[in-house]
């Protein structure tokens, strides 16, 4: 079965970039039908959507973080990718990678988030 | 940006207890509604799609009912493995999630 697995820095300077890394092992990344999802996590606190990209490359952002937010896909290493620009401490958080898949029950597009990874835990501090 | 408010944030049950968890979305959203179980210190898991849909290896006792802006999540005869925290999330817009219900052995 389909399984994800976070990467990346556990600690990031502020002001810096953070980067993450979701491999997907058990289907192709490119495969119809899904699309690929960060979500994060403070620590104590409820979850938050920062984007995801389809495998055709459209990407959808989270409207508070747009300005900081890149996802992109490498078909060539089944994996995505998340950068966060310019951090500050309240980007410290558990990140977590997720499949979208959806259902479409006569023509509406029920999206859903099916497949997670078990979360990376990032800090932001000098 | 939909707003998705959950009550209670909090409840205690005891095993065999049935309980019900709320979410109210900030506008009409359709059955764009997702359910997910997160155990403590562990990744979220889908339970229920489209409002009342459950997902592939999901108990029965799971059950998502609603439609528009009020939705509802129903656990019969509790397990001890169904002490977790709860979230929904809309997908009709850009997706939003609720704060969460925190379910607690009694």
């Known amino acids: 079965q389909v399984q994800l697995q976070e990467s990346g820095p556990g600690l990031v300077k502020p002001s810096q970039t953070l980067s993450l890394t979701c491999t997907v092992s058990?289907?192709?990344?490119?495969?119809?039908?899904?699309?690929w999802s960060w979500i994060r996590q403070p620590a104590g606190k409820g979850l938050e959507w920062i984007g995801r990209?389809?495998?055709?490359?459209?990407?959808n952002y989270n409207p508070s973080l747009r300005s900081r937010v890149t996802i992109s896909l490498d078909t060539s290493k089944n994996q995505f990718s998340l950068n966060l620009s310019s951090v500050t401490a309240a980007d410290t958080a558990v990140y977590y990678c997720?499949?979208?898949?959806?259902?479409?029950?006569?023509?509406?597009?029920?999206?859903?988030?099916?497949?997670w990874g078990t979360g990376t835990t990032v800090t932001v501090s000098s | 940006d939909i707003q998705m408010t959950q009550s209670p944030s909090s409840l205690s049950a005891s095993v065999g207890d049935r309980v019900t968890i709320t979410c109210r979305a900030g506008?009409?959203?359709?059955?764009?509604l997702n359910w997910y179980q997160q155990p403590p210190g562990k990744a979220p898991k889908l339970l229920i799609y489209a409002a009342s849909t459950l997902h592939s290896g999901v108990p029965s006792r799971f059950r998502g009912s609603g439609s528009g802006t009020d939705f509802t999540l129903t656990i019969n005869s509790l397990q001890p493995e169904d002490f977790a925290t709860y979230y929904c999330?809309?997908?009709?817009?850009?997706?939003?999630f609720g704060q969460g219900t925190k379910l607690q052995i009694k």
């Open positions: 990209t389809y495998s055709s490359g459209t990407t």
């Open positions: 999330q809309q997908s009709y817009a850009t997706p939003s």
């Open positions: 506008q009409i959203i359709d059955r764009y």
């Open positions: 997720a499949r979208g898949s959806v259902v479409v029950p006569a023509a509406s597009y029920y999206y859903y988030m099916d497949v």
């Open positions: 058990g289907g192709s990344i490119s495969s119809g039908g899904y699309h």
